[in-house]
């Protein structure tokens, strides 16, 4: 076994996890590139198509944005998509370019976020994996979106900018993808995005983040792995998210005092992953373990200790800019 992500041998094997019922994963640390990874399968389409998966969040998504996009209601749009942080670091990035300036979503999903700038009167289009996908963002938005397969997204190359959004720990070779994106950029264009961060696993003994099981993220990333491995090609900048201070604490409190419980799995043909305990099933501890977290809370702000509490990042929180050198 080597690393699937750099290809070194000098890996360590962590142990085994099961999230969804009959399909278990082991992980592995690489010691050269800090990666965390485990096996890659391809099934972005089977979660696109079944609609009691997990990626029926996005046919959500889609619904809502859909509605601002009719109503070419772009600023409702834009708010909306920017309740999340990784949706408002794409926006906030591509705000100051050109309109003429030529734009490419990879992993477009179906279509939301590139909806944003298909109203704002952008030269863009999406790609993704999945054509459950594709054939819906179009249905949806128009036709701006094609399999990534499809020939097109070479030909409207090169790109001022490239953008994707949690894909990175999906795909099954990360350094080659982005290789590939910065072939397709100009000189000076940038590519922005996010990946998961392998410190986002915050308790003792914890193997994966728990919001994004595989088989669908399969690479976690450590802060500093993609100025290690592109600085020869681009100009990189990385920047961690951080939690909020009250979840600063909380996590705080969990990394002291708890150990990561492996996740029960849940049924292969639904695909829908392992989600937390519901709080009416829950354990006395565990709901008298809540109770004390909400009272940590509340003293820490009745003290006025809570600006002290040492950050902690989020799972999902290095974003990346890499700027193509001429």
């Known amino acids: 076994m ?187 264009g940038k590519i922005f995005f996010n990946a998961p961060n392998i410190n986002g696993c915050w308790l003792r003994g914890q193997l994966w983040i728990d919001f994004a099981p595989p088989p669908d993220v399969v690479t976690l990333y450590s802060p500093g792995f993609w100025t290690r491995t592109f600085s020869s090609e681009a100009f990189v900048r990385e920047e961690v998210e951080n939690c909020p201070p009250e979840e600063s604490l909380v996590i705080g409190l969990r990394k002291l005092m708890r150990r990561w419980k492996p996740p029960k799995p849940e049924s292969k043909t639904s695909l829908t992953c392992y989600q937390d305990t519901p709080d009416q099933i829950r354990t006395f501890f565990e709901r008298a373990w809540r109770v004390a977290e909400r009272n940590a809370v509340k003293a820490a702000k009745r003290i006025d200790a809570i600006s002290y509490v040492p950050p902690q990042p989020t799972p999902y929180g290095i974003y990346v800019t890499l700027t193509k050198k001429d």
Request: proline share 3%.
């Open 2 to 188: 080597i690393c699937r992500v750099c290809g070194s041998a000098n890996i360590t094997k962590l142990g085994k996890v099961e999230y969804y019922r009959e399909i278990s994963h082991e992980i592995y640390d690489c010691h050269d590139c800090g990666s965390r990874f485990t096996q890659h399968f391809d099934i972005a389409e089977s979660l696109h198509a079944n609609p009691n998966s997990g990626y029926g969040v996005y046919r959500e998504i889609a619904q809502k944005i859909r509605k601002f996009f009719d109503a070419k209601d772009l600023n409702g749009l834009g708010t909306e998509l920017s309740t999340l942080s990784k949706y408002k670091f794409i926006i906030d990035a591509i705000a100051p370019y050109r309109k003429d300036a030529r734009i490419l979503e990879v992993a477009c999903s179906r279509g939301y976020l590139t909806s944003y700038f298909i109203l704002a009167g952008r030269d863009i289009v999406g790609t993704d994996i999945s054509k459950s996908a594709v054939d819906s963002a179009n249905a949806d938005f128009g036709n701006h979106f094609f399999t990534s397969n499809d020939p097109a997204i070479v030909e409207y190359a090169p790109y001022d900018v490239i953008y994707h959004v949690g894909a990175i720990g999906c795909v099954g070779d990360p350094v080659g993808l982005t290789h590939s994106l910065l072939n397709m950029l100009k000189p000076g």
